[in-house]
């Protein structure tokens, strides 16, 4: 926050449910602009940086803190952290009060040069700072830069109390026309996991392996087919079903923890399981996921979300399925 008024759940009233769902600037926000007064500078620099801020209160009463015409500060969205009561807001919902054309009132003497948003939670509490949070915001984020043109880096998204680090100071000075010492805060504070979200607003690249890559292993009863032609490289690899265990395995090494989307393909045909059970591994132990091999060859079919652990990503393809079919093992891709 600019201003230091803590927040409770009943000094001001609770922002519409009716607001509308989306704002012209960015889909996923609520548009809760600001109306009856300008809390902001139609002009300015250029925004050249992006100010992650802690309301020290919550997401809807905060809103509507912020979006008082009394109150002399503003900042571009909010975001939510968690569902606090009945009623409240869902986790990572995001909020618009001031147009990004314009320049809120977040940062004192760096309000014309950047974009500020201001978090549900506290400096001294992590438990605000969710993972809906950090999902929601690094998207974002990545949306200023995106569309401002500024590095996705931590020279460019700081934090309100960026002061406290000699290396930004320096860089800023030199680099963003700001006096970087002109804010007091300390928001959004040491709790905030800066290492988790910038690699949110930077996913590694997809992990794809086919095959005939390192990471797959299946036994000798595993054919090797070259003849379909929607298959992913220039083979695949195939088993009669039965009601034995001998799963065909793709395994990519160093993928960092996350959130991923787990697809597959396959080369497709009526001799193939329409229930081909893929097993896939995650934080959470592992899940069994039956596709239909005779329909959507040629393609990534997704599998499911999951969480990882940092490490090794694994699916395996089982050969218990309904006999008198074959079930394909070809590919699987991580995203993040
Ligand atoms: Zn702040």
């Given at each position: 926050m600019n201003t230091k008024q803590f927040l409770t759940l009943s000094?001001?009233?609770?922002?519409?449910?009716?607001?509308?769902?989306?704002t012209a600037d960015y889909?996923?926000?609520?548009?809760?602009?600001?109306?009856?007064?300008?809390?902001?500078y139609t002009s300015g620099y250029g925004h050249k940086f992006a100010v992650v801020h802690s309301m020290e209160g919550y997401y809807l009463t905060g809103t509507s803190y912020l979006r008082r015409c009394d109150i002399s500060a503003s900042c571009h969205y909010t975001?939510?952290?968690?569902?606090?009561?009945?009623?409240?807001?869902?986790?990572?919902?995001?909020?618009?009060?001031?147009?990004?054309?314009?320049?809120?009132?977040?940062?004192?003497?760096?309000n014309q040069h950047s974009l500020g948003t201001e978090h549900e939670g506290f400096v001294g509490n992590p438990a605000w700072f969710t993972d809906a949070m950090y999902q929601a915001s690094a998207l974002l984020h990545r949306h200023f830069a995106d569309k401002f043109g500024f590095a996705k880096d931590r020279n460019h998204i700081v934090g309100h109390g960026e002061k406290s680090n000699a290396a930004w100071c320096s860089y800023a000075s030199a680099n963003l026309g700001i006096n970087p010492y002109c804010n007091t805060h300390t928001d959004p504070g040491p709790y905030w996991n800066w290492t988790y979200f910038m690699s949110l607003i930077n996913p590694p690249a997809p992990v794809v392996v086919d095959n005939s890559n390192a990471g797959f292993t299946a036994s000798s009863a595993w054919a090797t087919g070259t003849a379909?032609?929607?298959?992913?490289?220039?083979?695949?690899?195939?088993?009669?079903?039965?009601?034995?265990?001998?799963?065909?395995?793709?395994?990519?090494?160093?993928?960092?923890?996350?959130?991923?989307?787990?697809?597959?393909?396959?080369?497709?045909?009526?001799?193939?399981?329409?229930?081909?059970?893929?097993?896939?591994?995650?934080?959470?132990?592992?899940?069994?996921?039956?596709?239909?091999?005779?329909?959507?060859?040629?393609?990534?079919?997704?599998?499911?979300?999951?969480n990882l652990n940092a490490g090794t990503g694994k699916v395996s393809l089982s050969c218990w399925a309904p006999s008198g079919y074959v079930v394909v093992a070809d590919a699987i891709k991580w995203v993040r």
């Open positions: 000094s001001v009233s609770l922002v519409g449910a009716s607001a509308a769902l989306a889909g996923p926000a609520v548009d809760r602009m600001i109306t009856g007064c300008s809390k902001w975001v939510n952290g968690k569902t606090d009561y009945a009623g409240d807001a869902a986790p990572g919902e995001i909020s618009q009060l001031v147009r990004e054309a314009y320049y809120a009132w977040h940062a004192t003497c760096w379909a032609g929607d298959k992913y490289g220039a083979n695949y690899r195939w088993r009669s079903t039965q009601a034995v265990s001998d799963p065909a395995s793709w395994s990519a090494s160093n993928l960092p923890a996350g959130t991923y989307k787990i697809y597959a393909w396959w080369s497709a045909g009526s001799n193939r399981s329409t229930a081909a059970p893929y097993i896939v591994y995650h934080s959470g132990g592992s899940t069994t996921v039956t596709m239909n091999q005779q329909a959507n060859g040629g393609k990534w079919n997704l599998l499911g979300t999951f």
